[in-house]
T-cell receptor, first 111, second 114 residues
Framework: QQPVQSPQAVILREGEDAVINCSSSKALYSVHWYRQKHGEAPVFLMI?????EQKGHEKISASFNEKKQQSSLYLTASQLSYSGTYFC????????????FGQGTRLTINP | DGGITQSPKYLFRKEGQNVTLSCEQN?????MYWYRQDPGQGLRLIYYSQIVNDFQKGDIAEGYSVSREKKESFPLTVTSAQKNPTAFYLC?????????????FGEGSRLTVL
């Protein structure tokens, strides 16, 4: 079942902060975050695993609330390069080797 | 450099024709995936393979077929049975194992049915 992302779109000025949320109605084992710029391939940002383990880029911050099956991606002091569409991908079972992605959140950063 | 290569980047096809999209990786990854991307719908899983000679249907497998005869190759055939084939197709790979690790994506193939 596809996770739900919110908001669908957000526009910021450079230097402002943003939070992107990802919710699932089913129990999750892990949440993955990717960013895609227009016409390009998605790029890995972070994995959050049940139990608290995180793997990803040092400058990216995210949380995973296992009780609520929600994850949030925190973008602070946004830069122009942060623009793009952000996708969360969820994995329900360890070893499923299968990600189900949300519909995406389009982030626009203006100077 | 290691990575995933998809070809062709753009493809046009007439209705009723099958078309095969190529995906090759030199990352020595066990798992490979095909996703379809339509505007506003995110990425939807078509097929995935965890090892050679084995693959599973994803959420939208109808009208598509795959093969995994070699570890580095995972071609996708869009058949004439696929009702709305016009889309952006992304191939990805990951190391495999007990956890789904980072997915490495190709540059994508944009298919247009005329």
């Amino acid at each position: 079942q596809q996770p739900v992302q919110s908001p669908q779109a957000v526009i910021l000025r450079e230097g402002e902060d943003a939070v992107i949320n990802c919710s699932s109605s089913k129990a999750l084992y892990s949440v993955h975050w990717y960013r895609q710029k227009h016409g390009e391939a998605p790029v890995f940002l972070m994995i959050l695993l049940k139990g608290g383990e995180q793997k990803g880029h040092e400058k990216i911050s995210a949380s995973f609330n296992e009780k609520k099956q929600q994850s949030s991606l925190y973008l602070t002091a946004s830069q122009l390069s942060y623009s793009g569409t952000y996708f969360c991908g969820t994995e329900r079972i360890q070893g499923a080797q299968k990600l189900v992605f949300g519909q995406g959140t389009r982030l626009t950063i203006n100077p | 450099d290691g990575g995933i290569t998809q070809s062709p980047k753009y493809l046009f096809r007439k209705e009723g024709q099958n078309v095969t999209l190529s995906c090759e990786q030199n990352l020595n990854h066990d798992a490979m995936y095909w996703y379809r991307q339509d505007p506003g719908q995110g990425l939807r899983l078509i097929y995935y393979s965890q090892i050679v000679n084995d693959f599973q249907k994803g959420d939208i497998a109808e009208g598509y077929s795959v093969s995994r005869e070699k570890k580095e190759s995972f071609p996708l055939t869009v058949t004439s049975a696929q009702k709305n084939p016009t889309a952006f197709y992304l191939c990805a790979s990951s190391p495999g194992g007990t956890n789904t690790g980072e997915l490495f994506f190709g540059e994508g193939s944009r298919l247009t049915v005329l």
